[in-house]
């Protein structure tokens, strides 16, 4: 097969003047490079395109894939993880991951948690801020904390997302108006532990790939795991597998999920436990990242003994399971 790779790479944007942690989402050369060598490893030819505007050419130049293999973040705008799949839905070419109305849902946390809400599933209370104006006093008990609605990557999370009274909820509040354009949400702050799920699959064939606990090394490291803690993962986070059966419950709410917004061939699901110990929704990553050596969902697939080709063919024999009917499944 021809396939085509969309990503976004950190480095034009670097150069463009972005900070580190604006680029944060976008990956680095090895991914699309690990990805491709992966591809060709199952016999197929491989074509690096790069961001949406190199796709938007080629495609007008009349270049065709048989599928395209999408980890495209998206620069502009809370759908921007969506540019890319709907594109291609519009040439009917088939790619990998989701559509983009699970990708623009999944992206801001708001909408992703009303309907995990809707559904019955847990998540914590919540609201969001669209502006600079507090909610009324009261709405929700305090510890709060506070993050970007539509960001990722650890964005805009830090030692002061927790806040405790009033006072720096408005503080925090503003700090952040004033750094990300995308609406805030606060939630309450869940004191238990931390899981990250992957999911393989789509639909009924989806299931758990396994589960990490995620913890700081540092008891009371209160930077949660936010942007620097993920940039220095190796000396500040212990990533510990979890047998499945140990935790049944987070395992189960990480695949109704996935289903629940119809993410396709894989996505990671973060979780945390409330003071009870029960198993919270946090948000969803239907594009989660794929770095051969950094990324949870690569971390997680070698802890159940899964070399990287292994984990990308999974990924790969989903999206083309899904191929058959594919531009009417999608219209
Ligand atoms: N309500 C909460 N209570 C306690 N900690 C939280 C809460 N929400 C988020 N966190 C902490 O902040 C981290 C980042 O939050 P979240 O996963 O929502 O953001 P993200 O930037 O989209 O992450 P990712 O890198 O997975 O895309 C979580 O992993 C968790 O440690
Ligand atoms: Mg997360």
């Known amino acids: 097969m021809r396939i085509g790779l969309t990503y976004d790479l950190r480095e034009p944007y670097l150069a463009a003047g972005l900070t580190e942690e604006e680029t944060a989402e976008f990956d680095r ?3 699309p490079a690990a990805i491709s060598e992966a591809l060709r490893g199952f016999g197929h030819e491989t074509v690096t395109i790069g961001s949406l505007p190199a796709l938007v050419d080629a495609l007008a130049r009349g270049e065709r ?3 395209v293999f999408n980890i495209a973040e998206g620069l502009r705008g809370t759908a921007r ?3 890319v ?3 291609l839905d519009a040439y009917g070419i088939p790619y990998t991951f989701s559509g983009p109305l699970t990708l623009a849902l999944a ?3 708001g909408y992703a948690k009303r309907i995990v809400r809707d559904a019955g599933l847990p998540t914590a209370p919540f609201f969001v801020v669209a502006d600079c104006e507090l909610p009324a006093p009261d709405l929700l008990d305090y510890p709060l904390f506070v993050k970007p609605a539509a960001e990722g990557s650890g964005m ?3 030692p002061g997302s927790r806040v405790d009274d009033r006072a720096s909820l408005k503080e925090r509040i503003q700090a952040l108006r004033t750094r990300f354009r995308s609406p805030l949400l606060v939630e309450h702050y869940l004191p238990g532990r931390e899981f990250t799920v992957g999911i393989l699959g789509s639909a009924s064939c989806a299931r758990v790939l396994g589960i990490l606990e995620i913890d700081a090394k540092a008891p009371g490291d209160r930077a949660a795991y936010g942007f620097l803690a993920k940039e220095e993962y190796d000396t500040r986070i212990d990533y510990r597998p979890v047998p499945v059966d140990h935790e049944p419950f987070v395992a189960e709410l990480a695949l109704a999920v996935h289903r629940l917004l119809e993410c396709d061939d894989a996505s990671r699901v973060d979780i945390r436990l409330d003071g009870q110990g029960r198993p919270l929704f946090l948000e969803i990553n239907p594009l989660a990242g794929l770095h051969p050596i950094r990324s949870d969902l690569v971390i997680l697939a070698s802890a ?3 070399s990287y080709p292994t984990l990308i063919g999974a990924i790969l024999e989903s999206a083309l399971s899904r191929t058959v009917g594919h531009a009417s499944s999608r219209s």
């Open 29 to 31: 050369p090895e991914t």
């Open 65 to 67: 894939y048989d599928l």
């Open 81 to 83: 993880e969506s540019q």
């Open 85 to 87: 799949p709907a594109l």
């Open 107 to 109: 992206l801001h946390k």
């Open 156 to 158: 805009g999370i830090g």
């Open 304 to 306: 159940q003994g899964w």
